[in-house]
């Protein structure tokens, strides 16, 4: 499941194949457009030296949480500021849809910026805090990957962000390494 903070956490991209190659796809205008379009979000691309400054160590923080909760961990009293604080520049407009049977509360984005994107974000994760869906927080156990995903099964038990890619890999190498030590045990 894709959502709008993990979006933005996983544009630090690692290759999950284990070349070391990683790529910060936050500083490319094809991301940048692509995510905007995505989510629904306006600001000006491509984004200035210092938004990407802020949005790097927005960043940085929003994975240093995600990988606490991941470990079972909780969000502090300090935590909790700073996520008030990124979430203070974000004004929004309110507006009734849908019909009579299915009527829904609306908040759309009132600015066209990056601070209204880091706070459509920091809004987004602390919905997660709310709706107590933290304890689904995952980071592919990969650790060549750091992907950052919910576990959407119900047992929760989902340890790769992607079965067919890096569960996959991860088989092979558990294989490999069996057999070179079975390997070694007959010689
Ligand atoms: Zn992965």
């Not at 949480?65 to 909790?80: N, V, Y």
Request: include cysteine.
């Amino acid at each position: 499941m894709d959502t709008l903070w993990t979006d933005f956490v996983n544009s630090e991209w690692h290759d999950w194949r284990g070349s070391g190659r990683s790529e910060n796809r936050l500083v490319l205008t094809a991301w940048q457009d692509a995510f905007l379009d995505k989510w629904k979000l306006e600001a000006p691309v491509p984004a200035m030296g210092q938004e990407i400054d802020e949005m790097q160590t927005f960043r940085r923080h929003l994975h240093r949480l995600a990988a606490e909760l991941a470990a079972g961990g909780s969000i502090s009293q300090t935590d909790r500021e700073w996520l008030n604080t990124m979430m203070a520049p974000g004004l929004v407009r309110r507006h009734l849809d849908g019909d009579e049977q299915a009527m829904r509360l609306f908040l759309s984005p009132v600015g066209n910026d990056w601070r209204q994107v880091m706070a459509e974000v920091a809004a987004d994760f602390a919905k997660t805090l709310l709706e107590g869906e933290s304890l689904r927080i995952r980071i592919c156990e990969n650790a060549d990957c750091k992907w950052v995903f919910y576990d959407d099964t119900r047992n929760r038990t989902k340890r790769y962000c992607d079965d067919k890619m890096c569960g996959n890999l991860m088989k092979v190498r558990r294989f490999r390494a069996r057999k070179k030590a079975e390997m070694k045990k007959e010689t």
